[in-house]
């Protein structure tokens, strides 16, 4: 049992912006700072997209950005493209040394 | 920063695996290396971590007991052992590496597929 929850799915149209939450089940995860997402194509390996809550990797869009509501970290995807297409995870760092990811959105461009 | 895993594995019930991951382009000793698996049309399962530098390792609970993680530091590499194979360990292991901080995985190999099967 994950305890950072997520949508199954989420879909949208080209030009949309589309939103992922991410609700921490648990106390000690979920710590906006500690909080990363992954961008996963099919049959590839995941890729850094957000990182410490807010950041972004050089070389990733800016059209990637977050929020957080009380237990709840967003993905928010302003511009949705075709290239958008792919599974989104978030992650956290836990105490103890602990990670633990979301169960994975898979999202779709219309 | 480069990461190559190593091949495809097919194992039995029981069994037990090897796979390892052989880093490049940073201070080895320095930096945790991990490992994530995905099992088939599944999500990503953080399974544990290594310091090769102090030897420390941490693991899920959901692993503990099943999972061995260690290191040739005299050759970059981090080896997960996982025993007591069944068939939901048929998964794609992902070794990933934290560099910019430790606490998320900024580089990830290419995975590997261990399939357990009779």
């Known amino acids: 049992q994950s305890a950072l929850t997520q949508p199954a799915s989420v879909s949208g149209s080209p030009g949309q912006s589309i939103t992922i939450s991410c609700t921490a089940t648990?106390?000690?995860?979920?710590?906006?700072?500690?909080v990363s997402w992954y961008q996963q194509h099919p049959d590839k390996a995941p890729k850094l997209i957000i990182y410490?809550?807010?950041k972004r990797p050089s070389g990733v869009s800016a059209r990637f950005s977050t929020s957080k509501s009380d237990k709840t970290v967003s993905l928010t995807i302003s511009g949705l493209q075709a290239e958008d297409e792919a599974y989104y995870y978030c992650?956290?760092?836990?105490?103890?040394?602990?990670?633990?990811f979301g169960g994975g959105t898979k999202v779709t461009v219309l | 920063v480069h990461i190559v895993q190593s091949g495809t594995e097919v194992k039995k019930p029981g069994d037990s695996v090897r796979v390892s991951c052989k880093t490049s382009?940073?201070?080895?000793?320095?930096?945790?290396v991990h490992w994530v698996r995905q099992a088939p049309g599944q999500g990503l399962e953080w399974m544990g971590w290594?310091?090769?530098?102090?030897?420390?390792?941490g693991a899920s609970e959901r692993f503990q007991g099943r999972v061995t993680i260690s290191t040739d530091t005299s050759a970059n590499i981090v080896y997960m052992d996982l025993s007591g194979l069944t068939y939901e360990d048929t998964a794609v292991y992902y070794c990933?590496?934290?560099?910019?901080?430790?606490?998320?995985?900024?580089?990830w190999g290419q995975g590997v597929l261990v399939a357990v099967s009779s």
């Open positions: 992650c956290s760092y836990a105490l103890s040394d602990i990670w633990v």
């Open positions: 382009g940073y201070s080895f000793l320095d930096y945790n």
């Open positions: 990933a590496c934290p560099i910019r901080a430790a606490t998320f995985f900024d580089y």
């Open positions: 410490e809550g807010d």
């Open positions: 648990s106390s000690d995860v979920g710590i906006y700072n500690l």
């Open positions: 290594i310091r090769p530098g102090s030897l420390k390792t």
